[in-house]
């Protein structure tokens, strides 16, 4: 089986590809189209700022490649968020996969949301063997609202999408690579798919 991560500007491949070691993947982390294309599952990873990394994947022709492949892809963190339409952060334009919008929390003290929190309303095969309400680590500063692609909720000051779904596409907004097991078991989950 062929893991691919895609590599561009943005950071946490690193923990990403030692998650999957960890379970006997040895992923390879490249930008190459050819690669990419024929991959088995496809992870989108991401922490850093969504235009720049929107810039970058333009630049790179990345962004047409993203939205027309055919397997299973999962998006982390800034890479679920720029799987959706549009993101307040630096008024950019994404990728439109899942029609939702990222915007800033405001309805919180803290921000960014740093540490555990709880996901909940789980619908999909990619939480097989994960439990309600059970804990994920955290690290963003902008949200996706509840909505049509919304596969599983967590509230900071409100109620939000904390995965989405949509055809081949997944993306999840906390980080499974520090989730320990049930973060473990969603990548689990996801490359057998």
């Known amino acids: 089986m062929k893991i691919v991560i895609l590599k561009y500007n943005a950071g946490n491949i690193r923990s990403v ?23 088995d599952k496809v992870i989108f990873p ?17 962004d047409k490649v993203i939205t027309d492949l055919k ?20 008024n950019t ?9 990222v915007s800033k929390f405001s309805h919180t003290n803290k921000v960014p949301q740093i540490g555990w ?18 804990y994920m680590y955290f690290v963003h500063g902008y949200f996706v609202e509840v909505g049509s692609n919304t596969i599983s909720k967590t509230n900071y000051g ?9 055809d081949n596409f997944y993306g999840v907004q906390f980080h499974p690579e520090k989730s320990g097991d049930a973060g473990q078991k969603i990548l689990e989950n996801f490359l057998s798919l």
């Open 158 to 166: 409100i109620d939000y999408s904390s995965a989405l779904k949509k």
């Open 71 to 90: 397997q299973p892809v999962l998006g982390i963190c800034l890479g679920m968020q720029l799987m959706c339409n549009f993101s307040e952060e630096g």
């Open 93 to 101: 334009n994404c990728l439109g996969i899942f029609d939702q919008k």
């Open 46 to 62: 991401g922490v850093g700022e969504a235009s720049s990394a929107m810039h970058f994947l333009k630049e790179q022709k990345l």
């Open 17 to 39: 590809t030692f998650a999957l070691e960890r379970i006997g993947v040895s992923p390879i982390v490249t930008g190459d189209i050819d690669e990419i294309q024929s991959a």
């Open 117 to 134: 929190n709880n996901i909940f309303d789980l619908s999909s095969n990619i939480f097989d063997h994960v439990n309600e309400n059970e």
